[in-house]
Structure formats: structure tokens, C-alpha cells
Nanobody, 126 residues
Framework: QVQLVESGGGLVQTGGSLRLSCVGSGRTSTTNAMGWFREAPGKEREFVAGTGWSGGGTYASYGESVKGRFTVSRDNAKNTLYLQMNSLKPEDTAVYYC?????????????????WGQGTQVTVSS
């Protein structure tokens, strides 16, 4: 099994920044791609960003609504995934979840991921 624990959420004003972290433990060697999703009240869980591997090496993928504002990165030595969030907007308010999967690509549908963290709340005030 793999355990994922997120941290770094909080309350921030519009235009501010936050950095989320996700630490993996357990059988992390069985996971390849990792990603961030978010879920706002009454909405479906949405892909935010992820990192994986393809024939050309590692790559990152982003949801359209966060491109240019968020950056995903990964420190394999620390089994940690990060999400740097800049220029935050009220519509970014949600619970943010870390996810991992055995596959190497970064699909955007949440059902393709095998492991999940408990989530961390991000609230952006206007």
C-alpha cells in the first residue's frame, strides 16, 4: 500500500501564493505518475497538475485553468510532490488532493489514479 499526506493548505488573499506538499510512504516504488486534483463544493473532482514519464523523459501536465500560474514538481529522493500556486483566485478555492498511480502517464480523470491523500483545504479570499 501507499500512503499520501498533503500539507500546506490555508487561507490566502487573491493574488497570493501557496505551496502544497505531498509526502508518500509505503510501497512508493510501485507508483510512477503523481498528480494534484481539487474538489470544490458541488463540483466534480478536477485535474490540476501532474508529473509522469514518457519515452522522452519526465513531463508535467496542467489543467487549463491553472496553466501559467501553478507549477508541479517532484523530489524522488524525498518521495515528495509539490504544487507551487501563484496568482491565486477565489475560484481556486477547493480541497486539494494528491494522487498517485502505477502507470507512468498523467491522465486527467481521477478514476485512473490508484492512491489518494486525505486532502488539504485551500481558501482564496476576494
Amino acid at each position: 500500500q501507499v500512503q499520501l499526506v498533503e500539507s500546506g493548505g490555508g487561507l490566502v488573499q487573491t493574488g497570493g501564493s501557496l505551496r502544497l506538499s505531498c509526502v508518500g510512504s509505503g510501497r512508493t516504488s510501485t507508483t510512477n505518475a503523481m498528480g494534484w486534483f481539487r474538489e470544490a463544493p458541488g463540483k466534480e473532482r478536477e485535474f490540476v497538475a501532474g508529473t509522469g514519464w514518457s519515452g522522452g523523459g519526465t513531463y508535467a501536465s496542467y489543467g487549463e485553468s491553472v496553466k501559467g500560474r501553478f507549477t508541479v514538481s517532484r523530489d524522488n529522493a524525498k518521495n515528495t510532490l509539490y504544487l507551487q500556486m501563484n496568482s491565486l483566485k477565489p475560484e481556486d478555492t477547493a480541497v486539494y488532493y494528491c494522487a498517485a498511480r502505477r502507470g507512468s502517464t498523467v491522465p486527467t480523470h481521477y478514476r485512473t489514479y490508484d492512491y489518494w491523500g486525505q486532502g488539504t483545504q485551500v481558501t482564496v479570499s476576494s
